[in-house]
């Protein structure tokens, strides 16, 4: 059984995209009995510094699960926490392909990487490569053989 506590923000949030700025009162959730590839997907997107971005398979890898992808987008699909930045978040090919839900979808997130420099096309597609960040301190790995060689 999970124990799941909620905790109001004191102060809203504000997302701002598309030259407007919309205040949202969000909910934090801390759910105390987190596995630890979720606790570790968390952290490691966390890192993702701003006007940089990072692939599900990446985030996967860095969190020492090669191969879990999916599992990535699902955990942060699932995530309603305010201070995740999930948008830095795209798949491999560098297309937003968030199917989207009450929290997230295409067009916020679109929005929010335009607001950090990213230049996203009309079909939410950029240029992986020069935005793609590159995590070179993989010390925070659980396991020895999930460091990937750079």
């Known amino acids: 059984m999970f124990k799941v506590y909620y905790i109001t923000l004191l ?5 701002d995209f598309g030259g407007q700025r919309k205040r ?6 801390k759910d105390y009995n987190m596995s630890m ?7 490691v997107v966390r890192q993702i510094p701003y006007g940089r971005v990072v692939s599900y398979g990446q985030v996967a890898v860095y ?3 090669p191969g879990a992808a999916r599992a990535v987008g699902w955990i942060l699909k699932q995530n309603e926490t305010a201070d995740i930045p999930w948008h830095r978040v795209i798949n491999n090919q560098g297309r937003i392909s968030i199917k989207g839900n009450w929290f997230h ?4 997130q679109a929005g ?3 607001k950090e420099g990213i230049v996203i096309n009309k079909d939410f597609t950029l240029d992986i490569e020069k935005y793609r960040w590159l995590q070179t301190n993989l010390q925070h790995l659980p396991c020895p053989e999930c460091r990937v060689e750079r």
């Open 11 to 15: 102060r809203p949030v504000h997302w």
């Open 24 to 29: 949202v009162l969000t909910t934090l959730v």
């Open 63 to 65: 969190a020492g699960k």
């Open 112 to 114: 929010l990487l335009r």
């Open 37 to 43: 590839f979720k606790a570790q997907v968390m952290k």
């Open 105 to 108: 979808d295409a067009q916020m």
